[in-house]
């Protein structure tokens, strides 16, 4: 006899309908899988054959092809488990339910419990897409899965309880996700930041108009409490964005357990030992790389000149793009890539250069090699450029309360707000993004921020390429000011972020 069960398949981020077709037939008892199988489809084959017989069936004796269609795309996981045990017991007389308005995904245990699997979210969006009407999951994806309205959400623990309301015996309620609230709570504050103004400033104009930025101090200057301390600055997150970065970390196995949806942008702060396989994504089964993973939130490398200067190449092209491509074996995947990068180092290879008390200890050539190993191409994305003093003691020890996030970002938001109001006008949605050729209509200046900018340019020599940094970055300091014009002082502000443009700088 000859059945077919719906299910759903990944590739990258995008969800496909798979068609789990099962055939038994006369002949010696076999049991094979077809249509591009990788080895944990061929697991899966032992698994399904043991949870059949541990709850209660009889594994068929026959001549059994399971074939999953389309055989075009590549199967992977071990999410096709439950399906295949449906179309066994269907397809052997077992099971008679319909089953064709639903779909299942799955992993089984030898003794049918149901596992989770990974990337759900997506799966349930195409499954609602496909229209069917119930998708059957593991218990534990339900709260994921949950998020997609317009499909019953039916979580199981046990194949039992899938064949139970499939026979009517007894139903598994609908899951629905409980939304987080909009605004996400972020435990680091910048209150805790003493002193530091210029650096805070800076963070609130990279947050507001989406800069990156590169920080330089000596250890302990509070490079990396700033750097943890920005998602909580950043306006909230819209759904897209929050359905997308739920959608990565559901492939990559990282969501949080209990969780919906993700509504905090991601901090993600790889170690400088990373692989451009492990920052960019990629492998055999591409899997989103840290790129992808801190998209919609915050990449922080720290101790930028340590990475290895291959994986930061890998970099350039998604960071331009907002996508990362992966091909392999003829496939290309595509996952996000929409980060704020914050890179953070120390000036010289002791730390100390430019401390006002300690003394480096580096020749002149080690620090110019040192700084030499910074990308090129990747610092010309950076648009914020800050050297860090360690606070003094006195802003340390003042008892005077500093600014909150919170207050910090109602700016943030109000600045964000202008320009996606500009949106319109530009076609990107913060001023980072702005492309060369609408600069000069957006960026009007007054006759002294004009002489600044002129001045500038001739004194420290900068390249046009430096020009429009400064004039992305003057436009988001009037908007948070809520200016339509770039003044002097707006310009003054924002010449103090190009501190490597400066012939001296090393670079
Ligand atoms: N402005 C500040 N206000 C309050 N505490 C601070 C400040 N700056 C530094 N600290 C304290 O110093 C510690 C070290 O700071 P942090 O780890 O951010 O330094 P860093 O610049 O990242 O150093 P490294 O180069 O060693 O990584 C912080 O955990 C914090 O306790
Ligand atoms: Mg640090
Ligand atoms: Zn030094």
Redesign the pocket.
């Known amino acids: 006899m000859f059945c077919m069960v719906h299910s759903l398949g990944l590739v990258g981020l995008q969800a496909y309908r798979i068609q789990v077709e099962v055939d038994t037939a006369r002949g010696l008892p076999s049991f094979e899988i077809v249509g591009l199988p990788d080895t944990a489809v061929k697991e899966s084959r032992d698994r399904v054959r043991a949870a059949v017989k541990n709850s209660g069936f009889a594994f068929p004796v026959s001549r059994i092809t399971a074939n999953l269609a389309p055989a075009d795309i590549k199967k992977a996981g071990s999410v096709y488990d439950l399906p295949l045990f449906v179309g066994i017991l269907r397809a052997s007389g077992q099971l008679k339910a319909d089953t064709d308005d639903c779909a299942f995904i799955g992993e089984l245990s030898l003794r049918g419990d149901l596992r989770p699997v990974r990337g759900v979210l997506p799966m349930a969006i195409e499954a609602r897409r496909q229209g069917y009407r119930a998708l059957f999951v593991p218990a534990e994806n339900a709260m994921e899965a949950g998020v997609v309205e317009g499909l019953e959400i039916l979580p199981a623990a046990t194949v039992k309880e899938v064949l139970d309301h499939l026979s009517k015996a007894a139903l598994i309620a609908p899951y629905h996700s409980q939304l987080p609230p909009d605004d996400a709570i972020y435990p680091l504050d910048f209150a ?5 103004y210029l650096a805070k400033r800076a963070f609130e104009v990279a947050a507001c108009g989406g800069h990156n930025i590169l ?1 330089m ?10 750097a943890k301390r920005l998602p909580g600055i950043m306006p909230p997150m819209t759904f897209a964005e929050k359905l997308s970065a739920t959608m990565v970390h559901s492939i990559a196995g990282t969501l949080p357990p209990e969780t919906a949806l993700l509504s905090s942008r991601p901090f993600r702060a790889p170690h400088h030992t990373i692989s451009a396989v492990g920052l960019a994504g990629g492998g055999s089964t591409p899997r989103p790389g840290e790129v992808s993973l801190a998209s919609g939130g915050i990449l922080f490398l ?2 930028f000149a340590e990475f290895k200067r291959s994986a930061i190449e890998v970099l350039r092209q998604p960071m331009e793009d907002g996508t990362v491509r992966i091909n392999r074996g003829g496939v290309t995947v595509q996952y996000p890539c929409d980060i704020l990068l914050v890179a ?1 180092m ?1 000036p010289c290879p002791c ?1 100390w250069a430019g401390h006002p008390t300690r003394r480096c200890s580096c020749s002149p050539s080690a620090i110019s090699r040192y700084l030499g190993r910074i990308s090129g191409p990747v610092l010309d994305r950076i648009d914020i450029h800050l050297q ?1 003093q ?2 003094d003691y006195d ?2 020890a003042s008892p005077l309360p500093a600014e909150s996030s919170a207050q910090i970002r109602r700016r943030v938001v109000a600045g964000r707000q202008r320009q996606l109001d500009r949106q319109q006008q530009t076609g990107v949605s913060c001023n980072a993004k702005l492309p060369a050729g609408v600069l000069d209509t957006v960026c009007a200046m007054t006759e002294p921020a004009q002489q600044m900018l002129r001045g500038a340019f001739e004194r420290m020599g900068l390249s046009a390429r430096a020009r429009d940094k400064l004039l992305k970055l003057s436009r988001t300091v009037a908007d948070l000011d809520g200016s339509e014009q770039i003044t002097g002082d707006h310009m003054a502000e924002v010449i103090q972020y190009r501190q490597l443009d400066r012939p001296d700088a090393g670079f």
């Open positions: 805790d930041v003493k002193g530091q920080l101090g000596p250890p302990g200057s509070g490079k990396s409490m700033l720290d101790e953070a120390n730390g860090l360690p606070v802003a340390l």
